[in-house]
């Protein structure tokens, strides 16, 4: 089993910059890509961004040029550096490890605890 920890959420006036950080323990061999999902209320969880063990990315189109995706695989953690807030950007953020291949990001069902970012206008 993997477990997974996000932290960095928080109020942020629109405009304004947020990083999120999210680290992996226990069965960390098994970790191939990493990502974020964010799920609003009344909403579906999306896929904001993902990234491949080598670094490999993909993201939302929502929040590509304002979003950066990165991870550090010796310290099992994957970080979403967030630009350009928008009021729409809020919600819950998700990480999760998974697989990218080919351009697409497949999530498998292990998921943190989520972090709550909210956006004020």
């Known amino acids: 089993q993997v477990q997974l920890v996000e932290s960095g959420g928080g109020l942020v006036q629109a405009g304004g910059s947020l990083s999120l950080s999210c680290t992996a323990s226990?069965?960390?061999?098994?970790?191939?890509?990493m990502g974020w999902y964010r799920q609003a209320p009344g909403k579906r969880r999306e896929l904001v961004a993902g990234?491949?063990?080598?670094?490999?990315?993909k993201y939302a189109d929502s929040v590509k040029s304002r979003f950066t995706i990165s991870r550090d695989n010796a310290k099992n953690t994957v970080y979403l550096q967030m630009n350009s807030l928008k009021p729409e950007d809020t919600a819950v953020y998700y990480c999760?490890?998974?697989?990218?291949?080919?351009?697409?990001?497949?999530?498998?069902?292990?998921w943190g605890q989520g972090t709550q970012v909210t956006v004020s206008s």
């Open positions: 226990g069965n960390t061999f098994s970790i191939n890509g």
């Open positions: 990234i491949s063990r080598t670094g490999i990315t």
């Open positions: 999760n490890i998974g697989t990218l291949y080919s351009g697409i990001y497949n999530a498998n069902d292990y």
